[in-house]
C-alpha cells in the first residue's frame, strides 16, 4: 500500500517550452501532495504544497508562475515547468500523505528527472 | 525555524560492521521524526515514523530511536545491499506537514 507514481520518469525538453509532470497516489486517497525538487548530492528542497481543490502554496523563493500546480482530484497532482530553461534542469519528486489517523506520513513518488537544453 | 543536521556526510562500512548515523533536531513542536532511505536516481522509501522520546522501531537489519534532540539509525551487520543515502526528517505541529530534511548520510557497505 502507499504508492505513488510520477510520469515522465525522464523529459528532455527545448528552453522555452512547458514540461507537465503528473503525481498519483494509486492506492489511497490524498488531499495533500509535495512537490520537491533535488540538484546532484543535495537534500530535498520544498517547493510547494498542493491542496485539493485549492490553490497551491509556495515556499519563499519559488515563482508560482513558473512552476504551476493543480491538484484537481484527491489522486492527481500534476507540476508544470513553463518556459523552461537550462537552470530548471533537475530531479522533481512529488510526495502524498497518507491519512491513516495519526501518522501523516509522506510516501514519495519516483521522480522526474528534468533536462532542459 | 526547523533545523535538522545529520552526522556523518558519509560512511563506509564493510559488510557486517555495525554502525549508527545521527539525526540532531530542533524544532517548535515535534509531530514525527522520519526516516527515509534513497537510493541514486530515486525518490525517498519511508522507513519509519517516531513519535515520541524513548520509541524504537525496527525493521530488518535497521533500528531507529528518538531522544528529546536527537535520533540514531543503527544498522546491524549491514550487506551491500543497505548501501544507500538515508534521509532524516522533522514534522513540527501545527496546520500543515511540511518536512524539514537533514542533509543526509551516504552509507556505502563493501562486501
Known amino acids: 500500500g502507499a504508492v505513488v507514481s510520477q510520469h515522465p520518469s525522464r523529459v528532455i525538453c527545448k528552453s522555452g517550452t512547458s514540461v507537465k509532470i503528473e503525481c498519483r497516489s494509486l492506492?489511497?486517497?490524498?488531499?495533500?501532495m509535495f512537490w520537491y525538487r533535488q540538484f546532484p548530492k543535495q537534500s530535498l528542497m520544498l517547493m510547494a504544497t498542493?491542496?485539493?481543490?485549492?490553490?497551491?502554496?509556495?515556499e519563499q523563493g519559488v515563482e508560482k508562475d513558473k512552476f504551476l500546480i493543480n491538484h484537481a482530484s484527491l489522486t492527481l497532482s500534476t507540476l508544470t515547468v513553463t518556459s523552461a530553461h537550462p537552470e530548471d534542469s533537475s530531479f522533481y519528486i512529488c510526495?502524498?500523505?497518507?491519512?491513516?489517523?495519526?501518522?501523516?506520513?509522506?510516501?514519495f513518488g519516483p521522480g522526474t528527472r528534468l533536462t532542459v537544453t | 525555524e526547523d533545523q535538522v543536521t545529520q552526522s556523518p556526510e558519509a560512511l563506509r562500512l564493510q559488510e557486517g560492521e555495525s554502525s549508527s548515523l545521527n539525526c540532531s533536531y530542533t524544532v517548535s513542536g515535534l509531530r514525527g521524526l522520519f526516516w527515509y532511505r534513497q537510493d541514486p536516481g530515486k525518490g525517498p522509501e519511508f522507513l519509519f515514523t517516531l513519535y515520541s522520546a524513548g520509541e524504537e522501531k525496527e525493521k530488518e537489519r535497521l533500528k531507529a530511536t528518538l531522544t528529546k534532540k536527537e535520533s540514531f539509525l543503527h544498522i546491524t551487520a549491514p550487506k551491500p545491499e543497505d548501501s544507500a543515502t538515508y534521509l532524516c526528517?522533522?514534522?513540527?505541529?501545527?496546520?500543515?506537514?511540511?518536512?524539514?530534511f537533514g542533509a543526509g548520510t551516504t552509507v556505502t557497505v563493501r562486501a
Open positions: 526528517a522533522v514534522q513540527a505541529r501545527g496546520g500543515d506537514y511540511k518536512l524539514s
Open positions: 492506492d489511497f486517497q490524498a488531499t495533500t
Open positions: 510526495s502524498a500523505i497518507l491519512n491513516s489517523g495519526g501518522p501523516y506520513e509522506q510516501y
Open positions: 498542493s491542496n485539493e481543490g485549492s490553490k497551491a502554496t509556495y
